[in-house]
Every structure is written in structure tokens, then in C-alpha cells.
């Protein structure tokens, strides 16, 4: 685990080997600065840091897509007032900036871009606004509107053939076409009063979408859309009471909650890793990248620690290895375990032995002494027999 020296709000990867973070003090600062900072993903070591001008509110949210890098932050209160508010903005990766568009309009001070998912086609945002959120979808090179809906949205996605856009609130998912903005299907939270709060995407029709429920574990779903109709496929309990984050590849789905832990797991939902205590603090942000068999996850807090693992994907060899170590911990019992019935047996057998010489009034005869080697030679040999090196 180390430290960004600042609060952390957003992560993405850029490639296998570049993570990106960002956050700050916000508007007012605190006397803490807002900036932008490249990690190398291998070593943790930081590459290049770009400081937000003096005014501006902190970066909430990244994507990274076709060598760009797509950042949710307000120029300020007096851009929001006067219409000039280019919020979401595009950096290379060495952190210059290259463009930026007011995408959502804000009205209100208060308003700022809550997420974003990017595609090399697409991109999506969504807005967080006391009078109410919106979603925008863009085309990803020129940042030209394509269609909008409005909706108190807490997070997006974007399948991986970029036909679809999935957005959750609280009492719904809800899939889109990606050129049309047509609805595609619509899935109510999971009952108990659970409330969405995150989506993902792990193939062109399958999500994983999380949930918190009042005093209960999180939950997870594996989702298919089908026939324009979402089907629950698979459904998990997460450990811990909130999730904060969500974020999938193909093959391995990553959960962060409020307790500062991160979870891993198969795109059906079986455990690949827990990586209980990763933080300090609860997870603001996650970022996951896969290559081959290992995938490469990213944690980040509101501390300024941040935090990177790779994590194996192959559970062929992760079962083999529990079923190896099941077998040598069983194995070893058996073997303790016989070695003391063995002893039982024996002080038994001792117990129970006739004297070779008529009893005697006292401890100290002959008789009893030979009985008393021979059972402290018991033990000797039982001991020197449990010596193993």
C-alpha cells in the first residue's frame, strides 16, 4: 500500500503497465491540491503528475480507451454560472490535456460528473444533481452529443462490442442501444430492499451488477440480457455490508467495499482472491486490466493510498493447489492422530502389566523401580520417534 499524498477519488488503467488515479481538496482546496498521477502498475512508483489549475474542483472519475483519458472534473462554481463548464476532458498519457466539453450542462454549483464509462467509439457519463442526474453518450473522438436521458443515475457501462449502455439507480438497471438511446431491457433491484448501486459489463450480453441491502451483506449478479429480457443467471453474497465499487473483465470481476477490502472473482461469480485490509479506509475507486492469466487490480481511498495486485486467473491450478494442501493438512492430522492413540495405547498396556516380582510395601523397591525405567523409556522413545528435522 502507498500514498498519492492526496485524497483519491478515480482510477482507470491507460495500458498493463500505467495506472492512472486522481483527486484532490476540491474547489475550496483545504490545502490540499487536485491533480492527475500516472503509477507504473509493476513497481508502484510514481511517473508524471498533473496539478488542476487554481479554482477548479478535483478530478471524480476516469476512463481510459484508445490511448486516451477521459477525466470528470468542474472548472469551478463561476464556469457552472456562466455556461463554461468543461467538465469532461481528454488527456494523453503523459497528462496533457488535449480537449474538453461541457457534455452534462450543469446548472447547479453543486452538480459534478459522478462516473463515466469509454470505449474507442463511445463514451458515457453521468451526472449526480440535486434537481436531478442525466446520462450522456458521446462519440468518443469528437465528443459530439448522441443521445441523453435523464435519471438520478449512480453509475454506467459499456458492453464490449459497444452496442449497448448500461446504467443503474437505486430501484433499476436499465440497457440501452448505444447509437439510438432506444431501451433495450429494464431489471428491478433485487427484493428485501435491496438498491443498485454499481454495474459492469464481462461480455456483450452479460453484467454484474451490485447492490446493498440494509443490514445485510452486499450482493452481486451475474445478469444475461436475452430476447430483450434480463435473466438473473448467478447471485452472490459479498462479505461486509456496503460496496463501493465495481469493475470487470472478461474473466474476473472485482468488488470494493467500505470496510477497505477488495474481492475477486470469476465472471461467474466464483472467488478467485480476498484481499481483506487492503486499505485503511473504504474503497473510493477501482481499476482492474487483464493479461493472459493474470489480472492486475487497483484500490484506491480516501487517505491517498492506493494499492496493486495481481491476481491469478486460472482456477484449474488455484483448485489443485487448496486440494494439495487439503490433502498434506488431513495427512498430517491422521499422523498426529495415530501417534497419540499409539501412546495411549501403550501407557494402557503399562498400566495394566502384572509385576514381575511379588509387590512390595515400598515405591522405592526393585520391582518398581525396573517398572518405572521401563515406562520412562517409553517416552523416551516416543519422543525421540516425534523428533523430525
Known amino acids: 500500500m502507498t500514498s498519492a499524498g492526496y485524497p483519491l477519488y478515480a482510477a482507470a488503467f491507460f495500458d498493463r503497465t500505467t495506472l492512472v488515479v486522481g483527486g484532490g481538496g476540491g474547489e475550496g482546496r483545504h490545502g490540499i491540491k487536485n491533480k492527475l498521477t500516472s503509477i507504473n502498475a509493476s513497481t508502484g512508483e510514481v511517473q508524471q503528475e498533473y496539478e488542476l489549475p487554481a479554482g477548479e474542483d478535483n478530478p471524480t472519475c476516469l476512463a481510459a480507451a484508445g490511448q486516451r483519458i477521459y477525466v470528470g472534473a468542474n472548472r469551478g462554481a463561476k464556469a457552472i454560472e456562466e455556461r463554461k463548464n468543461l467538465h469532461l476532458r481528454v488527456f494523453d498519457k503523459n497528462l496533457q490535456e488535449q480537449t474538453a466539453v461541457d457534455a452534462l450542462k450543469f446548472t447547479d454549483p453543486a452538480a459534478y460528473q459522478k462516473a463515466i464509462a469509454a470505449s474507442e467509439q463511445i463514451v458515457a457519463a453521468v451526472s449526480d444533481c440535486a434537481g436531478g442526474g442525466a446520462l450522456q453518450v458521446l462519440e468518443s473522438g469528437t465528443l459530439d452529443s448522441l443521445w441523453s436521458q435523464t435519471g438520478d443515475f449512480l453509475d454506467v457501462a459499456i458492453s464490449p462490442d459497444n452496442a449497448l449502455v448500461a446504467v443503474v ?62 435473466k438473473v443467471i448467478r447471485s452472490r453474497s459479498v462479505p461486509g455490508k456496503s460496496l463501493t465499487c465495481l469493475k470487470s473483465t472478461p474473466h474476473a470481476v472485482a468488488v470494493g467495499t467500505a470496510a477497505g477490502d477488495v474481492y475477486l472473482y470469476t465472471s461467474a461469480l466464483k472467488s478467485l482472491r480476498n484481499l481483506r485490509g487492503t486499505l485503511k479506509f473504504p474503497v473510493t475507486a477501482l481499476a482492474i486490466i487483464e493479461d493472459g492469466e493474470i489480472a492486475t487490480v487497483a484500490a484506491t481511498s480516501l487517505d491517498g493510498s492506493y ?9 484449474f491450478s488455484t483448485t489443485i493447489w487448496w486440494v494439495l494442501l487439503s490433502t498434506i493438512t488431513i495427512a498430517f492430522i491422521a499422523f498426529i492422530s495415530g501417534r497419540l492413540i499409539s501412546m495411549d495405547l501403550q501407557y494402557l498396556s503399562f498400566r495394566t502389566l502384572e509385576p514381575a516380582a511379588a509387590p512390595s510395601k515400598y515405591p522405592g523397591d526393585a520391582a518398581n523401580a525396573d517398572a518405572m525405567s521401563d515406562f520412562e523409556a517409553l517416552f523416551v522413545d516416543t519422543n525421540q520417534g516425534d523428533n523430525i528435522s
Open 307 to 315: 494499492s496493486i495486485s495481481d491476481v491469478s486467473l486460472n482456477t
Open 169 to 230: 439507480d437505486s430501484a433499476s438497471l436499465v440497457v440501452y442501444n448505444a447509437v439510438t438511446g432506444k431501451q433495450i431491457a429494464k431489471q428491478a433491484s433485487p427484493k428485501g430492499g435491496a438498491k443498485w448501486v454499481r454495474v459492469t459489463f464481462t461480455s456483450n450480453l452479460e453484467l454484474i451488477a451490485g447492490a446493498n441491502i440494509p443490514n445485510q451483506r452486499a450482493r452481486i449478479q451475474q445478469l444475461r440480457i436475452q430476447d430483450d429480457v434480463i
